[in-house]
């Protein structure tokens, strides 16, 4: 039996030791280890099974990591070696389980995306080798040609670094406007550039758009099946990369099955090579090996099946995607059970709103399965859209859509609205359009950890003039919101709620869950006497943990009422002149940053209105960046369970009046 490989790796250095006949064992041994893994904890795992022989060929060629250092003579300034030290960003993020397993970090896998294990997508502090913590789309190229600038600028002038840029962009994100944009200026360098486009012919669902169509033509032409039967031959041939760049200005009859003319990209000054077998690895390493040294921006199209490896994930690149944990059977997976999701509930009042609506439409921007409107889709083909990985023109297109009299909702993470901001603004507030938002994975989020937290969604849009902010504490409550919001024409309106189970009954199982007014608040827990020692409301799922608080607090002999407060803009006002009037302290409950959270437009109102703001208390994610973990551990240690909201709600009690200071934040 062969000795295993991928142990005996504690870096690049003993990747480029291996015999070159080893590597597909080695690829071999990689994709086991995600799949058993990511069985296990979930991840991303069709994304990572597609991209191992890329990641393998470019450590094998490049020398991504620091790079060495030595004192300029003087002064103690420590300048680039001028070898060593090349540059290696994702986009997206979630495709660098691979790099992570040949940089050292194998003894993190076993807690993937767990506290203190190996986070999901690239992180800074886990190694020298990852150069960004991020987890959103578009942004590799144009951090690329920052850190290649700067390299040059740093060693004296432009093209003077060795330091070499590569960035392997994939899952459908090279159609997002920023790395269109970064790709674009990237055409402009003079020196070493590589973009590796991982074409898998897939987003995170099918791609959308005509660049997707595009990519459809260029990897079934007879060029692409020329290419991979003669480009060996052809780099046989070639003495070296500055041939290959002198080839491309003299147009050299030898490289015309490497050099692919007319490619969409080689407009953008790029010299694009390819489609090539993105799994042929040899094959890779020939070819990155002749490119490294081109010093122009080259773009290399590798065509790769997302989910290479593991037949489940390739048949069903979607499903498999990011899946919680499952277990083969035979010739099935089954996957882990979970409750039913805020996700599955929106799209099941999404079919029914578009039932009884024809102008309501619904809008995904790649995240159909992610938001819930793949259920949707198959029901009302014709008016549901996933414009791909570009939210701001997901708005804009809402937008328009609200100006010709339809009533678009836009299903989006909290994490990926803010991608929006702009265009929320002008295109939709400014115009005072009645577009929708519902932000999905509102608050920790989990395993994604500090990349996808919905820490900001209220701060930002409450700036908004005319904005109505809102939040759904169970499915009831989901289901009247839409249907306020499906009413409401006066201007934008956003809802969040989070990536947990839904609780399917509603909070008050006595009695019918009320319709959404206008800032208004709902009473669900009534105090026991006609002046509580306290009122807390709770903004969304909060509700759920803070009406266990107020259970706990009661076992001690301490009253609370408790409010789904419902609204964050505009808050409701008359509820606040009732307890502040009276001297009850308010304690303020939700998933977001105290920082303009739902506390902050509490206290704002309250001090608006003339009230008494030292008796608003505030209780919220602390402002700090918080890795993965479980959604519910998360939440624990910002005191947001029923342990941690009932402490805060006695040190509120027990607070003497002359002690409260305005805006105060309980302290976690």
Known sequence: MTDALLPSLAGPADLKALPAERLPDLAGEIREAVITQVSQTGGHLAPNLGVVELVIALHRVFDFGPAPTHPAQGDG??????????????????????????????????????????????????????????????????????????????????????????????????????????????????????????????????????????????????????????????????????????????????????????????????????????????????????????????????????????????????????????????????????????????????????????????????????????????????????????????????????????????????????????????EVSLQELPVRICMDRAGYVGGDGAVHHGFMDIAMFRTLPGAVLLAASDEANLKAALRFMADHDAGASFLRYPRDNVATAPVQPDRDVPPFELGRANLVVPAERDTPQLAILAYGAMVYPARDAVAQLREHGHDAALYDARFAKPVDVELLRDLLGRGVPVLTVEDHFTIGGFGTCVLEAAADAGLDARLVHRLGMPEVWVGPDSRANQLADASLNPAGIAAAARRVIHAPADRRDDASVVSH
């Open 77 to 426: 300034v420590e300048l680039d070696s001028m070898s060593g030290g090349d540059r290696l960003l994702f986009d997206v993020g979630h495709q660098c389980y691979p790099h992570k397993l040949l940089t050292g970090r194998q003894h993190l896998l076993g807690k993937l995306r767990q506290k203190g294990g190996m986070a999901g997508f690239p992180e800074p502090s886990e190694s020298e080798h990852d150069l960004f913590s991020v987890g959103h789309a578009g942004t590799a190229i144009s951090t690329a040609v920052g850190l290649a600038r700067g390299d040059d600028l740093i060693a004296g002038g432009e093209g003077v670094s060795t330091r070499k840029c590569a960035v392997l962009i994939g899952d459908a994100s090279i159609v997002n406007g920023v790395a269109l944009e970064g790709l674009n200026n990237a055409g402009t360098l003079n020196r070493q550039f590589l973009t590796v486009l991982n074409d898998n012919g897939m987003s995170i669902a099918k791609p959308q758009g005509a660049m997707a169509s595009y990519f459809d033509r260029v990897r079934v032409s007879s060029r692409f099946q020329n290419l991979k039967r003669h480009g060996k031959h052809v780099l046989d041939h070639v003495p070296g990369g500055s041939v290959l760049e002198e080839a491309y200005h003299r147009g050299s009859e030898m490289l015309q099955a490497l050099i692919t003319r007319g490619h969409m990209f080689e407009h953008f000054g790029h010299i694009c090579i390819g489609p090539v077998d993105g799994h042929d690895l040899p094959w890779l390493i020939d070819v990155l090996h002749e490119v490294k040294d081109i010093n122009r921006p080259v773009l290399l199209h590798a065509k790769t099946i997302k989910g290479k490896g593991f037949d489940h994930a390739e048949g069903d690149a979607t499903t498999f995607h990011s899946p919680a944990g499952f277990k083969v059977n035979g010739c099935r997976v089954e996957h882990k059970k979970k409750g039913r999701s805020f996700t599955a509930a929106y799209a099941d009042a999404m079919i029914e709103l578009m039932e009884r609506d024809d102008k309501v439409v619904a809008v995904t921007a790649a995240m159909p399965d992610g938001t819930g409107l793949s259920e949707v889709m198959p029901r009302f083909p014709e008016r549901t859209f996933d414009t791909g990985i570009c939210e701001s023109h997901a708005m804009d297109m809402c937008a328009g859509m609200a100006k010709a009299g339809l009533k678009p909702f836009f299903a989006v993470y909290s994490t990926f609205s803010q991608r929006a901001l702009d265009q929320v603004f002008q």
